[in-house]
T-cell receptor, first 114, second 114 residues
Framework: KQEVTQIPAALSVPEGENLVLNCSFT??????LQWFRQDPGKGLTSLLL?????REQTSGRLNASLDKSSGRSTLYIAASQPGDSATYLC?????????????FGDGTTLTVKP | KAGVTQTPRYLIKTRGQQVTLSCSPI?????VSWYQQTPGQGLQFLFE???????NKGNFPGRFSGRQFSNSRSEMNVSTLELGDSALYLC?????FGGGNTIYFGEGSWLTVV
């Protein structure tokens, strides 16, 4: 059974800092890994999806990396802004379609102070 | 293109009652999956429907059920509500079922059981 751990659980940084969020997963047999953002009381918004064959994926100030063999992914946020404040969740997706959907970590709650 | 639409957004029910939540996926998406999110348990997978058939199921009691219609819209039902069922219920759609597909979430339905 896939287990996903996200460290740290919470992070507070001043505006403008670069930061890294970590995601670890126990089962490396994944098809892809998706990073999501969740604002309080809202649904999840997809940020980046990395295929298992890729090592990095970039979108604007966000860069996600994947090391499948070691069961790790990181989300790098450059020049953080107060609007980046949210909870970030990672979700590795199983290769086997009958193995169910993605397993989600508990997330890292980010606060960016002006 | 319209996103995933969930109704109702907020509802309050009494213990022992039943509730039905609705989800309209992104146009062209045939897979709908449901998740329960609570502060203590995080985001947990309930079940997934594709072409009107349940394809995957999480570890929830039989009080939780769902169905999918020919237009891919889905409903989930919780019978004999318990206080612990209070949660944010999230629906997600994707093109196909199982792992490996990008998931798009709705805003969720907040259920409070009193």
């Amino acid at each position: 059974k896939q287990e996903v751990t996200q460290i740290p659980a919470a992070l507070s940084v001043p505006e403008g800092e670069n930061l890294v969020l970590n995601c670890s997963f126990t089962d490396s047999a994944i098809y892809n890994l998706q990073w999501f953002r969740q604002d309080p009381g809202k649904g999840l918004t997809s940020l980046l999806l990395i295929q298992s064959s890729q090592r990095e994926q970039t979108s604007g100030r966000l860069n996600a990396s994947l090391d499948k063999s070691s069961g790790r992914s990181t989300l790098y946020i450059a020049a953080s802004q107060p609007g980046d404040s949210a909870t970030y969740l990672c979700a590795p997706s199983p290769y086997n379609t009958n193995a169910g959907k993605s397993t989600f970590g508990d997330g890292t709650t980010l606060t960016v102070k002006p | 293109k319209a996103g995933v639409t969930q109704t109702p957004r907020y509802l309050i029910k009494t213990r022992g009652q039943q509730v039905t939540l609705s989800c309209s996926p992104i146009s062209g998406h045939r897979s709908v999956s449901w998740y329960q999110q609570t502060p203590g348990q995080g985001l947990q997978f309930l079940f997934e429907y594709f072409s009107e058939t349940q394809r995957n199921k999480g570890n929830f009691p039989g009080r939780f059920s769902g169905r999918q219609f020919s237009n891919s819209r889905s409903e989930m039902n919780v019978s004999t509500l318990e206080l612990g069922d209070s949660a944010l219920y999230l629906c997600a759609s994707s093109l196909y079922f199982g792992g490996g597909n990008t998931i798009y979430f709705g805003e969720g339905s907040w259920l409070t059981v009193v």
